[in-house]
């Protein structure tokens, strides 16, 4: 028998993958939240406890497993995450992103479940390529071409996966404190040198190393809602590889805040 345990943080898509999975997967599954926003303690998760996770992982024959929605990763739990490797396999400390990822991916191994993103489950969460809300606009191959060349040189350092840009020049870049702190810089930057409302873009990719594990990057209504707040008029994501939360609320907000919002590859 096989039994999913999806695990949930913040946000949007958090909200929307509880909802997807609910909706249509079919065998048997539980919600534990990575937060401790649950009001039923047994519901609730540490992920940042290697070995408490595991033997919860066990106890409660989960064979599958899916982490999804936001978490504030703190040093101590990177560094509590990234030890398991140390101790247990002689590994390099590696509290990146990516070292996150490996580490995780050896705890599922180790509590013997499979591990999948919610792309996976879910496949009408991604974002196609094309036109996919918001206005249609007509832009110039070459020029997407280097907003999505300069956002991935940027996500290849593990710093962030989305960029604001002006033209095809870059304005600011989405650092530890995610696409909203980005978006609120952004908006800031745009009254102070005099940036045209509409004119900014932005431009969302996957890390060139993500595999999906934990979120590939993602928008959803309180995207349109700060991106119209900040004057930025077209989303740019990578077609295949982002996530849309809400998709019904997000096109309806696009078309309101007329953003076009397009997927690119």
């Not at 591990?115 to 390529?129: M, S, V």
């Not at 870049?173 to 609120?184: I, P």
């Not at 969302?204 to 959803?220: E, F, M, N, R, Y």
């Not at 609320?249 to 397009?262: D, G, L, Q, R």
Request: charge should be negative; include cysteine; aromatic fraction near 4%.
């Amino acid at each position: 028998m096989t039994k999913l345990a999806l695990l949930v943080g913040r946000g949007d898509l958090a909200n929307a993958a509880q909802q997807a999975i609910k909706a249509h997967y079919d065998g048997a599954y539980c919600v534990w939240s990575m937060v401790g926003e649950s009001a039923d303690e047994t519901k609730n998760i540490d992920v940042g406890q290697p070995l408490e996770l595991i033997d919860r992982l066990r106890a409660d024959g989960i064979t599958t497993l899916c982490a999804v929605g936001n978490v504030d990763l703190s040093p101590q739990l990177r560094a509590n995450v990234g030890k398991y490797l140390v101790e247990h396999y002689q590994g390099k400390l590696d509290v990146s992103d990516m070292g996150l990822e490996t580490a995780y991916r050896t705890i599922a191994k180790d509590a013997r479940v499979d591990i999948k993103g919610i792309h996976e489950l879910i496949p009408e969460l991604l974002a196609l390529t094309g036109d996919i809300a918001g206005p249609s606009i007509a832009a110039k191959a070459s020029d997407v071409e280097q907003l999505i060349r300069v956002a991935r040189s940027i996500a290849r350092t593990d710093l962030g996966q989305s960029v604001v840009f002006h033209a095809t020049r870059p304005i600011a870049a989405e650092d530890a404190l995610g696409t909203d702190s980005l978006l609120s810089r952004a908006k800031e930057i745009a009254d102070r040198i005099r940036i045209t409302k509409g004119e900014m873009v932005l431009v969302k990719v996957a890390k060139p190393q993500q595999s999906g594990l934990g979120d590939l990057p993602t928008i959803g209504p309180r995207t349109i809602e700060m991106c119209a707040d900040a004057g930025i008029g077209a989303i740019v994501v990578e077609g295949g590889k982002c996530l849309i939360a809400e998709r019904e609320m997000f096109s309806k907000m696009a078309e309101e805040h007329k953003i076009s919002v397009v997927g690119w590859g």
